[in-house]
């Protein structure tokens, strides 16, 4: 005979004073934010702060010039220009990596259609994307979403919009990084920070699953905690 599991139902405030109450040496969050910094490639950044905490980035920041530049060129919509610093840098890295030079084209093709400059992005897609799409199921669908947002006078009304927004650069800039980490033999390609927040969202999923009500964090950019439904 077998018993249902009796769940603790969490109150908001109850989870917030649970949290308030945990020690976290500060020393471990100011390592944690100069992994990020340092992973991401914000040498400024890494710079202030390794001032103020006293926390050493673990490499020498100069190494991160380079990627900066090609962040910084993908973030602009130079996406070209990046390439052909990629290029320059590690020239077999997207010979070896296709889907993520596939990433970078139809990024390019993006901005040609921000740019409405619709002619040369058909072109583009025809010329330079249309192999990668008939050989990638993965790759077919995210050019389909793409060459979408030609159908719309408004791009940016349409239910492709995502595409178009700053994140997506920021997405292959990361991609991109990470890639390049990869190549020169660092030891993390992912901030840590970005794998405990994945921790906290397969968490959540889990008690989801089991049914349990929580205090749920629903917005991860503003850290917002939301009561149990």
């Known amino acids: 005979m077998s018993f249902p599991e ?5 109150s908001k405030d109850d989870w917030m004073n649970r949290l308030d109450n945990l020690h976290i040496q500060r020393s471990d969050m100011n390592k ?3 992994n990020y910094l340092v992973t991401e490639g914000f040498k400024e950044a890494a ?11 673990g490499t020498a920041l100069d190494s991160l010039d380079e990627r900066i530049k090609i962040r910084d060129a993908i973030q602009n919509g130079a996406i070209q220009e990046a390439t052909a610093m990629v290029n320059e840098l590690h020239p077999e890295l997207l010979d070896n990596d296709r889907y993520l030079y596939f990433h970078l084209q139809q990024l390019h093709l993006i901005e040609l259609i921000r740019a409405n400059r619709l002619e040369e992005a058909l072109h583009f897609a025809q010329e330079q994307l249309s192999e990668a799409g008939e050989s990638d199921p993965s790759a077919l669908a995210e050019l389909e979403r793409t060459l979408a947002l030609l159908a719309f006078e408004e ?16 997405k292959i800039a990361s991609e991109l990084n990470a890639a390049i980490l990869k190549m020169e033999n660092r030891e993390s390609t992912t901030p840590k920070l970005s794998n405990l927040l994945k921790v906290i969202l397969w968490a959540q999923d889990e008690l989801d699953k089991k049914r349990i009500k929580f205090p749920r964090l629903s917005d991860l950019g503003n850290a917002t905690v939301t009561s149990p439904k």
């Open 6 to 10: 009796k769940h603790e139902n969490i």
């Open 32 to 34: 944690l934010v100069m």
């Open 47 to 57: 710079e202030k702060f390794q001032q103020e905490s006293g926390i050493s980035p």
């Open 155 to 170: 791009p940016l009304a349409s239910p492709f919009s995502d595409l178009l927004q700053p994140t997506h650069r920021q």
